[in-house]
């Protein structure tokens, strides 16, 4: 029987990196997005707390899917542990990536 997959994502968002392990990710029906579905936390009888996991925990509290835009993602991984997600901040560039078009229809007529 197969195991199930787990998978490592990293992408930013307002400065900050973050990094969170999910069951399942897609492509979403959103133009230009990923879909990441069922996040996964550590436990919560741990002895030791991390903050930086409970502040991600906090902020996608009840959330069931996460749609996050393609060139906001850095990393995708698939990986047999889980680690610790966390919220670290980005390290200051003097380079900005503008958002792109990920899709450019093609105009010409099909004959």
């Known amino acids: 029987m197969p195991s199930k ?10 400065g900050k990196v973050y990094e ?15 879909e990441i579905e069922d996040l996964i936390f550590g436990e919560k009888s741990k ?5 930086s996991e409970e502040k991600i925990q906090s902020e996608f509290k009840g959330v069931k899917r996460t749609y996050i835009p393609m060139h ?15 919220i670290s ?13 990920v899709f450019t229809p093609d105009d010409t007529p099909n004959k």
């Open 5 to 14: 997959k787990l998978y490592k994502i990293i992408f930013t968002n307002q």
């Open 20 to 34: 969170v392990y999910a069951n399942n990710v897609s492509n979403s029906n959103l133009l230009g997005f990923i």
């Open 47 to 51: 002895v030791v707390i991390d903050p």
């Open 72 to 86: 906001s993602v850095l990393r995708v991984d698939e990986v047999d542990k889980q680690g610790v997600s966390k």
């Open 89 to 101: 901040k980005a390290e200051v560039d003097n380079v900005t990536q503008l958002p792109n078009q």
